[in-house]
């Protein structure tokens, strides 16, 4: 937004501006906007109070910014604390800090290194999780990928799945997909090792459904499994598998039925 005639918006000390235009929106202290603001970049090191929604080229908060209404950005980074209580929609979304979004998610790359919660839904080309990301309704995506631990209250939906266990759980209502992996990564399988971890707060994977082509699990409980080819490790716990292709099972491995179709 190159306009000349729009002005700047610094914020200092502790001060207020109304909903506006703006070129650069910068808050430092603690400031209030009342309304919309509609900027090229909105930074917030200090306490930023928007009274309504937020749509701008980069968005960064470094402090603690409360949105009332919703944000469109094409970029959109979080290294402190964001409350958004509409629908975000970004381009990119990276949150180191801790993000919390009452309304739904839409965007393309997201990278969540710190601490993200979606009321409802998750819409995103590519999500990877090193993390902690809980989303109360679906996550949609071509790519999945989670080092960290997750919640999906509805479908996980993607692609390809591939989940690093290296935290206590992770859940999915129902998982979906081409390539479904869900197998122990390095700090899972130091979790394991720990005299200090029970086998209760142990790392794995939850979920109702899990229906792909080609599916590898390991400490997965599932009511059922359905797929092509479907591999089954330590640790899985699983209801009732259906599989077209093939079915190996290369660890201790609790399954209720088994069921070629």
């Not at 993000?99 to 290194?113: P, R």
Request: hydrophobic share 35%; with cysteine.
């Amino acid at each position: 937004m190159n306009d000349h005639h729009v002005s700047d918006l610094k914020i200092n000390g502790q001060g207020t501006a109304p909903g506006c235009k703006y070129n650069l929106v910068r808050i430092n202290g603690g400031g209030k906007i009342d309304g919309d603001i509609v900027c090229d970049e909105c930074l917030v090191n200090g306490s930023g109070d928007v009274a309504g929604a937020v749509q701008c080229n980069r968005m960064n908060v470094n402090g603690n910014a409360k949105i009332k209404g919703a944000v469109r950005a094409e970029n959109m980074t979080v290294q402190g604390h964001a409350s958004v209580g509409g629908d975000v929609q970004s381009g990119d979304l990276t949150v180191r800090g801790h993000a919390i979004f009452g309304g739904a998610f839409s965007g393309g790359k997201v990278h969540i290194l710190g601490n993200t919660e979606i009321a409802q839904k998750m819409d995103a080309g590519e999500v990877k999780i090193a993390g902690a990301c809980k989303t109360g309704g679906d996550l949609n995506a071509e790519k999945f990928r989670s080092t960290g631990q997750f919640t999906v209250g509805g479908l996980l939906s993607a692609d390809t799945i591939d989940i690093q266990l290296s935290w206590v759980k992770s859940t999915a209502k129902e998982v979906g997909g081409e390539t479904i992996t869900a197998r122990m990564g390095l700090k899972g399988l130091s979790a394991i090792r720990s005299v200090f971890t029970s086998t209760t707060n142990a790392p794995r994977f939850e979920a109702s459904v899990i229906e792909g082509n080609d599916i590898t699990l390991e400490r997965t409980k599932a009511d059922t499994v359905r797929g092509h080819n479907v591999t089954l490790g330590a640790g899985c716990s699983i209801g009732v598998v259906e599989y077209s292709g093939t079915l190996k099972k290369t660890g201790a491995v609790n399954i209720g039925q088994e069921r070629k179709v």
